[in-house]
């Protein structure tokens, strides 16, 4: 997929991301490239940085695409250096490993969490399916991703209920979430469908 042409405003993104994008084995994947899209078609300078290796199923996004190394000190030197206007964390792990170096050397950038996936609420759910008891959402994971959302300056969610439980159960500002659902752009032409099967993510 070719990248849209885009004017050089002096703007730049950086991606942390968790794995490297894999559009066509997540939704995930997907959404993180079309944010990363809708980007540089308002003049961003994208870049996407992973600790991850590399895999045959990531995305050629065209982006610039830099491995990096968790509890490392070269990041400092790197992410300085880059000087993004705007840095994004595609899971609240990242924002854990990453943000406190982002805030100390480039503390002039936006920072936003691209949930994807509220994942406290999925293992609240799951947690209650083993147990047989009410869904608890204040459990350590909860606590350690609502705060990775309170130290970013805004948090997309995907999900209209996660957005209104977020604000009722965790008392996060409405300016501080923003509600972003899936982008659409072209629909592939439907082809008859024998079956189907579904496979899980990963976190």
């Known amino acids: 997929m070719a990248r849209p042409d885009r004017e050089r405003t002096g703007k730049s993104a950086l991606l942390l991301a968790k794995q490297w994008p894999e559009p066509a084995s997540t939704a995930a994947g997907r959404r993180t490239l079309d944010i990363l899209d ?3 078609e308002a003049g961003y300078r994208v870049e996407i940085a992973s600790p991850a290796q590399p ?3 990531q995305a050629r996004t065209g982006y610039g695409e830099h491995r990096i190394a968790v509890n490392d000190a070269s990041f400092d030197q790197w992410v300085r250096a880059l000087n993004p206007t705007l840095v994004i964390y595609d899971r609240f792990v990242m924002e854990e490993q990453f943000g406190w170096r982002v805030r100390e050397h480039c ?9 994807s996936d509220f994942h406290s609420l999925r293992e609240a759910r799951h947690q209650a399916l083993k147990s047989g008891q009410p ?3 204040f459990h350590p994971t909860a606590e ?3 705060a990775a959302m ?3 300056d805004l948090t997309v969610m995907i999900s209209q209920v ?4 977020l604000k009722q159960h965790f008392c996060l500002p409405d300016w501080q979430l923003h509600y972003l659902p899936f982008l659409v752009r072209d629909l592939p032409d439907p082809a008859p469908c024998q079956a189907s099967t579904s496979v899980d993510t990963w976190s």
């Open 38 to 40: 809708l980007l540089a």
């Open 55 to 57: 895999t045959p199923f």
């Open 150 to 152: 309170a130290r970013c």
């Open 162 to 165: 996660e957005v209104a439980l």
């Open 144 to 146: 350690r991703e609502v």
């Open 107 to 115: 503390p002039g950038a936006l920072t936003l969490l691209d949930t």
């Open 135 to 137: 869904v608890n959402l």
